[in-house]
């Protein structure tokens, strides 16, 4: 894979969730290769320190159907209606034991992980059509493979979105769209601080049969530093978005950290009650 700053010429990128990690980092990077990136953020504040920074940033926010569609809009507008790539990487993690998520909580999950990355992606695939190309990458997760406990919420959007895009492949062949799957462990982010945010709005915990475990949940969430071991930084998941961008043959899924590739062979490998064991294990069953 060639990682130069090689021009990409007038290719246009749309990146979701860039106000910090993954997103910001990538469209940073991606503006240095060449290309024309579109780094959006749901707070106008983010917007204006983005564009500060130099990058061309608009408002979307991925629970307003508005929001999307005016972004995509203004979008197409400023490139005379190409749009070369979409990268869906905005979302959140909503902690908590399955038993103590409200429908208003999982709603939440789905609206920001699920619901507005499909309404943003079926925005501009007509417009894709219409070019006869473009490549459109979803940012899942190692628990769009694999379930660990205390992350319900997360796992059920990350497996749907895992789902969504198999079906949007199948979908689309034919027609020089390529659909990829990036499925990240664990990156320096500030995922963590989100997470802590929609734990606070959602989880009772005193009154949850959980919460002596809700005690380490929340030192977890608050832990400055990597949380857990083989944590990588944003660069590693721009590796496999560069490839997905710009291979001629993009790969249909991209594991990053160690633990993606380890679990998704143990999903393969092992008894499902074996494997049970493990992933409480490795998602501290509470503990981290």
């Not at 860039?18 to 940073?28: K, N, T, W, Y």
């Not at 978005?241 to 993009?250: D, V, Y």
Request: aromatic share 6%.
């Amino acid at each position: 894979m060639v990682l130069s700053s090689t021009k990409r010429g007038d290719s246009t990128i749309l990146v979701t969730g860039c106000s910090s990690g993954i997103g910001l980092h990538c469209a940073q990077a991606l503006q240095a290769r060449g290309w024309r990136v579109f780094a959006t953020a749901r707070q106008s504040a983010d917007v204006a320190r983005l564009q500060a920074e130099g990058l061309e940033s608009l408002l979307l926010d991925l629970r307003d159907s508005t929001s999307i569609q005016v972004a995509v809009a203004d979008i197409l507008e400023r490139t005379d209606g190409r749009l070369d790539a979409l990268f869906n990487n905005g979302a959140y993690g909503q902690p908590g034991a399955v038993e103590d998520l409200s429908r208003e909580a999982m709603r939440e999950q789905f609206e920001t992980n699920l619901f507005g990355t499909l309404e943003l992606t079926n925005q501009v695939i007509p417009t894709m059509r219409r070019q006869g190309s473009g490549r459109i990458v979803f940012n899942s997760s190692i628990l769009g493979l694999v379930a660990f406990p205390y992350r319900g919420a997360y796992v059920a959007s990350k497996f749907a979105l895992e789902g969504l895009a198999d079906a949007l492949r199948l979908e689309l062949f034919g027609t020089g769209i390529h659909i990829c799957l990036i499925e990240p462990g664990p990156i320096l982010s500030r995922f963590r601080d989100n997470a802590h945010a929609a734990y606070q709005r959602h989880i009772r915990a005193e009154n949850s049969p959980h919460r002596e475990k809700y005690a380490a949940t929340e030192a977890r969430l608050l832990k400055k530093g990597p949380a857990a071991p083989f944590t990588l930084p944003p660069e590693a998941v721009l590796k496999r978005l560069i490839h997905a961008l710009e291979s001629p043959r993009p790969r249909v899924r991209y594991p990053v950290t160690v633990p993606t590739y380890l679990f998704a062979v143990l999903r393969r490998l092992l008894p499902t009650r074996m494997l049970d064991a493990i992933l409480r294990r490795a998602g501290g069953e509470g503990r981290r």
